[in-house]
């Protein structure tokens, strides 16, 4: 299967650690797209990557998340001292271009923070 | 200000009922995209179409069709004949840059034998 791989699948982390989630595009892909669901929210954009580029992170809270996505290896989306209201399904997406043509879902991450 | 409203958060349907899921969208853009995608209960996410603003076709794709009317800013969608494996939860999402997609809260559709 050649679509998104994201990994883990599920994640638990004590309030306080460092939560680093992956995802791997569908291949011959170069934009990458990281999502969160929150519970009572939706669905909501966070951050739009290109190889070693970040062209829009309008989505992402200000402090303790990151996004990267470099030339070699998946992208990654960082959490640093992880909250309890940071648990969520974060996923992924990636398409050829940035005008969404194929632009396909991972299976998302289920975070929970203890 | 884009926003999507899914104004039914939970339908409830017996088998081999036809049943439409609607999505009402505001934009100011004169050039957007509409997406559809399915989250079944094992959560990832399945996209089932994809339509620009310039494409007011309706499209049918096996038991999926899709109603697009500009005139009153919604793109529902009806499945026809419903199965038990279409119990999910259904998006509609909105984005006018292409890749920075808004999305609705989604219906929970259940479809019983």
């Known amino acids: 299967n050649a679509g998104v791989m994201q990994n883990p699948r599920h994640l638990v982390r004590r309030r306080g650690q460092e939560a680093r989630l992956r995802c791997s595009p569908v291949?011959?892909?170069?934009?990458v797209y990281w999502y969160r669901q929150l519970p009572e929210e939706g669905l909501k954009f966070m951050v739009y990557?290109?190889?070693?580029?970040?062209?829009?992170e309008s989505g992402m809270p200000k402090e303790r998340f990151s996004a990267e996505f470099p030339k070699e290896g998946p992208s990654i989306l960082r959490i640093q001292q992880v909250v309890r209201g940071d648990s969520a399904a974060y996923f992924c997406?990636?398409?050829?271009?940035?005008?969404?043509?194929?632009?396909?879902f991972g299976s998302g991450t289920r975070l929970t923070v203890v | 200000a884009q926003k999507v409203t899914q104004a039914q958060t939970e339908i409830s349907v017996v088998e081999k009922e036809d049943v439409t899921l609607d999505c009402v969208y505001e934009?100011?853009?004169?050039?957007?995209?509409l997406f559809w995608y399915k989250q079944p209960p094992s959560g990832e996410l399945v996209f089932l179409i994809r339509?620009?603003?310039?494409?007011?076709q309706n499209e049918i794709s096996g038991r999926y069709s899709w109603n697009f009317q500009k005139s009153t800013s919604s793109f529902n969608f009806t499945i026809t004949a419903s199965q038990v494996v279409d119990s999910a939860v259904y998006f509609c999402?909105?984005?006018?840059?292409?890749?920075?997609?808004?999305f609705g809260k989604g219906t929970s559709l259940l479809v019983t034998p």
């Open positions: 934009t100011r853009d004169t050039t957007y995209y």
């Open positions: 997406a990636s398409s050829p271009n940035r005008e969404g043509y194929g632009y396909t």
């Open positions: 339509r620009n603003s310039f494409d007011e």
């Open positions: 990557l290109q190889k070693e580029n970040i062209i829009d």
């Open positions: 291949k011959g892909h170069s934009h």
């Open positions: 999402a909105l984005s006018d840059s292409g890749y920075a997609l808004n």
